[in-house]
């Protein structure tokens, strides 16, 4: 990937955490700035990657997928970031999983080679756009989903009509009933299989896709139960598919496993038994920041169930930090923070509380007990209850742990990079 462009674009005040005043200045000048998050050198609210965890996560990914013998797409839709899609290649990842052609538009300008478009493609500026660039670069590599014959038709028509000059490669979704897209029964799957098979050359299967991350059960046991029924239906699909002799040369991808049951769809899809290559793919997108509420306890359900998880050490760690400042306390036991929602996510459990930092009499973050908790958040104020005797006072700083990445990103166009000493080392861009 070449990111030249995006860290020599300029960014300036305009941009939500730059300090005011600040003249324009590239993106990739940030760490030379000397800035440092505890100093008070940029205005809050302010949400930060941790390096360190970033870093780790990223190891603890590979050696996972090294004793599972599996390859990693991870959803670019997390982060939509440009370089942290360059990190996740750079740890070994396959290719970036991708669900609107807005997104794949992003990653191409910035050099990615490989998509995996977890979605159907349709309407004729996507279309047109992929087989355009297929066309123009022998090196892109691409597969999409198909569920439907009317789907199969769709794209064979359109590549027909502006030919890039190789097959369009595909994977049949298998869904459930009640969920979104994909082939809810084997014969629905095969008879798009079949489709595909028929429309060649301008088509090619390549294997198949589901996604298990909406299944929902009464308890954690059966969620995992329903997970696993599904996965097997995938591979269910695989074998009849096979047997038929319906996926073009090369291994067949099974891709499943969101960012909370990825060990599940290694075990299941690993097994598969096709009597020829194939690619177990996941398609974990939160891994790499993790977080402090949401997928921290997914995580520890995946260690619970699978040793070799366990086996593998220290888990993912929460990248993401909110800082925001106590600007009141109206009443003894409540604070008002200098952020909201716009600033975070809160679909999935609202902002933890976790340290706080008081500037010019404090040396480091002291930590913030279960006491204190965020109840409820406007648009850029957060209600947070303490104990009447909470040292916090108007100007503090306060550390809070975020759930739910993929809506944290979407806030922020700019989101720095800090070391342990929460110095500004770097930023990374948001598209959204």
Request: hydrophobic residues 45%; proline residues 8%.
């Amino acid at each position: 990937m070449d990111l030249a462009e995006l860290e020599n674009a300029p960014i300036d005040d305009r941009v939500k955490g730059i300090p005011g005043g600040t003249p324009p200045f590239p993106l990739g000048a940030i760490g030379a700035k000397g800035w440092n998050l505890l100093r008070e050198d940029l205005p809050l609210p302010l949400v930060v990657l941790k390096d360190s965890a970033l870093a780790h996560n990223g190891a603890w990914m590979r050696r996972f997928l090294e004793a599972g013998g599996a390859a990693l797409a991870p959803h670019g839709k997390t982060t939509m970031s440009p370089q942290l899609f360059k990190r996740q290649l750079d740890d070994g990842a396959w290719a970036i999983t991708l669900a609107t052609v807005g997104q794949v538009q992003v990653a191409r300008r910035y050099g990615v080679k490989r998509v995996l478009f977890a979605n159907q493609l349709v309407g004729r500026p996507a279309v047109r756009y992929v087989l355009d660039e297929l066309k123009r670069d022998p090196g892109f590599d691409f597969y999409a989903l198909v569920d439907s014959v009317a789907g199969v038709r769709h794209l064979a028509e359109a590549a027909r009509d502006r030919p890039p000059g190789r097959p369009l490669r595909l994977l049949v979704e298998g869904g459930f009933a009640g969920g979104r897209t994909g082939c809810r029964t084997l014969a629905a799957a095969l008879e798009v299989a079949r489709a595909v098979k028929d429309a060649a050359p301008a088509l090619a299967l390549h294997g198949v896709e589901g996604f298990e991350g909406i299944i929902a059960g009464p308890d954690p046991a059966a969620t995992e139960d329903r997970v696993g029924a599904f996965l097997d239906f995938l591979v269910e699909i695989a074998r009849a598919a096979a047997a038929e002799s319906l996926f073009a040369d090369g291994p067949v991808i099974l891709s499943a496993g969101g960012s909370g049951n990825y060990d599940l769809a290694v075990g299941r899809l690993a097994r598969a038994g096709l009597g020829r290559e194939t690619k177990t793919v996941i398609r974990a997108g939160c891994y790499l920041t993790h977080d402090s509420i949401m997928y921290r306890d997914l995580f520890r359900r995946i260690a619970e169930r699978s040793p070799e998880v366990r086996r593998l050490g220290d888990g993912p760690r929460p990248a993401f930090e909110l800082w925001a400042y106590v600007q009141s306390r109206p009443e003894p036991t409540r604070a008002i923070l200098t952020f909201g929602k716009r600033d975070s996510s809160y679909d999935a459990g609202l902002p933890a509380p976790q340290a706080w930092f008081r500037p010019g009499s404090e040396d480091a973050p002291r930590p913030l007990g279960p006491d204190h908790r965020v109840v409820a958040l406007n648009d850029q104020h957060a209600f947070m209850d303490l104990p009447a005797e909470s040292p916090l006072r108007v100007g503090d700083m306060v550390a809070l742990g975020l759930s739910h990445p993929c809506l944290v990103f979407d806030k922020w166009q700019m989101i720095p990079v800090v070391d342990d000493e929460y110095n500004i080392v770097s930023a990374i861009r948001t598209f959204f």
